[in-house]
């Protein structure tokens, strides 16, 4: 396992890939159509890195990846970062205004597509004025027309010599950001989150220690690299803790039960509906999940029911669960491995060494334990701000230091933090405050729910009331007059839905979770 010591500290991620090679040397470090050991990945990064030179790219050039999970997606992000480049991922389900939106606002240099993928050849939805913006488009994958595909782009670095290399990287200090993820975070519209080498790094460092990453430990990746989650929680603590790198192109719960059998994954990141969906799979039971060792969750309600099926029907020996957001790593608080399923189920952990977790009401008074507010986080994991927003940054961290979340939460007698919800998701029934994700825990405890979101849609007498999507668990059956039948006689009548609408699938973002935004948009019909 890569720490620290008296000779050595985490820098840069240049300087971490280095220092893997060293230590993991022809271990496997990815398998994906191809496997590369720790040497030879080190040899592409630094490749890569040469044709970022070659290509003109300056020290602090923002480059964007919007491409799908695959070997050629992480070297090229390492080979960037270590030309003292910014990583810009973008996601694939962007399309073409989208791109030129990102590229303008984040000042993006040169763009690095995948091909053909889900059906389009993804550089045809750029426009005009968007390529003209852009030094260069590589084609991770068969390019057509004029466009270059990856192989040329990197051999273009050959000429490019190992000292010209080891000069620029000699640049790149701690304090300079690696990567920027847009997110439309606390405050309205997308904003790109300003991350460093040494903080991304140290985060990364201590979140793996928590939940327990070992050396050999397969990890299939199914979060999108970018996402914060995927990128740094799959991807770099990969390369952190000697694991082997598995990526995974498209979410499909059948495929990724195949995989586990076959291949033997050992750890799976991801958040609740990854989950939800391979014990959903009516076939489960034909696959071998022996190999599985731990499962990593969050970002979303994680119900007790889920926690104890995760461990006896996919075999799961361990199973954390955390909360974090993109403005801090995409990190927050953590179990750890060794927690009381309890406090795994119910509760998000504790902060790491160095980062200070604290409830705070409306005035901006801390609040004791038990007592819901405002999340706050301060510390080394937060960003280092909003680019191009001092505006926005100042509404999300206060003058003392004070990221606000927007999250509701509170501490419990141990000193484990418990979310609530998020802010904008609470609505009000007559006068009382509901939190969606308590309302699903409690509905997830019903037999035949597989799956459930909640949301406020308008009702005359109340201002809002609860309306409950609910995909059912296979070979059960319920009609949504039995569930809010259930509803009212296992929890209090203001949390109770009015509405439930059974449904085969909810509509989940490419991280697996449920698009609530979506629903939105449908209720006003429906009310």
């Known amino acids: 396992m890569i720490a620290e010591d008296a000779n050595w500290k985490f820098t840069t991620i240049p300087n971490l890939c280095a220092r893997a090679a060293e230590v993991y040397g022809d271990r496997p470090a990815i398998e994906d159509g191809i ?12 490749r890569v890195a040469k044709a970022m030179i070659a290509a003109g790219v300056q020290r602090g050039d923002r480059i964007m990846i919007w491409a799908p999970n695959t070997w050629k997606w992480f070297a090229t ?3 960037l970062v270590s030309a003292g480049a910014v990583l810009i991922p973008a996601s694939t389900r962007f399309k073409g205004a989208e791109i030129a939106e990102l590229v303008k606002r984040s000042g993006t240099s040169m763009l690095f597509s995948v091909g053909e993928f889900l059906g389009a050849y993804y550089p045809d939805q750029l426009k005009a004025e968007t390529r003209e913006i852009l030094r260069q488009v590589v084609v991770i994958g068969e390019p057509r027309g004029g466009d270059l595909d990856w192989d040329s782009f990197v051999a273009r670095g050959d000429s490019i010599s190992d000292a ?16 920027m993820l847009f997110t439309s975070g606390t405050t309205g519209y997308p904003k790109g989150v300003m991350y460093g080498h040494q903080q991304c790094l140290k985060a990364i460092d201590a979140w793996a220690t928590r939940v327990g990453i070992r050396e050999h430990d397969r990890i ?7 996402h914060a989650f995927g990128y740094r929680s799959g991807a770099i603590v990969s390369m952190m803790r000697g694991a082997v790198l598995m990526p995974h192109l498209t979410y499909d719960a059948g495929e990724i039960l195949k995989r586990v059998s076959e291949e033997k994954i050992s750890v799976i990141p991801g958040p609740p509906a990854i989950f939800h969906g391979m014990l959903q799979h009516p076939e489960l039971a034909k696959f071998d999940t022996s190999s599985l060792r731990l499962g990593v969750t969050g970002g979303a309600v994680v119900p007790s029911i889920l926690i104890r099926r995760m461990r006896e029907e996919l075999g799961f020996a361990g199973v954390v669960n955390g909360y974090g957001l993109t403005e801090c790593g995409g990190y927050g608080t953590m179990c750890l491995a060794t927690d009381p ?4 189920a119910n509760t998000a952990g504790k902060a790491a060494a160095g980062v200070e977790v604290r409830i705070m009401d409306d005035d901006r008074n801390f609040l004791p334990d038990g007592q819901p507010g405002e999340v706050v986080i301060r510390g080394y ?4 701000g909003y680019f191009n927003d001092p505006e926005s940054t100042a509404k999300t961290i206060d003058s003392e230091g004070w990221l606000h979340t927007g999250d509701v939460g509170y501490f419990d007698a141990d000193g484990n933090l418990r979310i609530e919800d998020r802010l904008k998701d609470m609505y009000i029934t007559g006068g009382f405050n509901c939190y969606p994700a308590e309302i699903e825990r409690m509905l997830s405890t019903h037999p035949a729910i597989g799956i459930v979101a909640v949301i406020g849609v308008p009702e005359e007498r109340l201002g809002e009331v609860g309306k409950a999507y609910v995909v059912l668990r296979p070979g059960t059956a319920a009609t949504e007059k039995e569930i809010i039948d259930w509803s009212r006689a296992n929890m209090a009548n203001y949390k109770c839905p009015r509405f439930v609408e059974i449904r085969s699938s909810l509509p ?3 991280q697996g979770k449920v698009l609530k935004n979506l629903l939105r948009d449908e209720a006003p019909q429906d009310a």
């Open 341 to 344: 399923d309890e406090v795994i």
């Open 35 to 46: 496997t590369l050991n720790y040497v030879e990945l080190d040899a592409v990064r630094r």
């Open 508 to 510: 989940t973002s490419p």
């Open 220 to 226: 299939l990746v199914i979060p999108p690299f970018f």
């Open 381 to 384: 994991i937060v960003m280092k």
């Open 77 to 79: 992000a390492l080979g």
């Open 164 to 179: 010209e290399l080891a000069e620029r990287e000699a640049t790149v200090g701690p304090d300079d950001l690696c990567d």
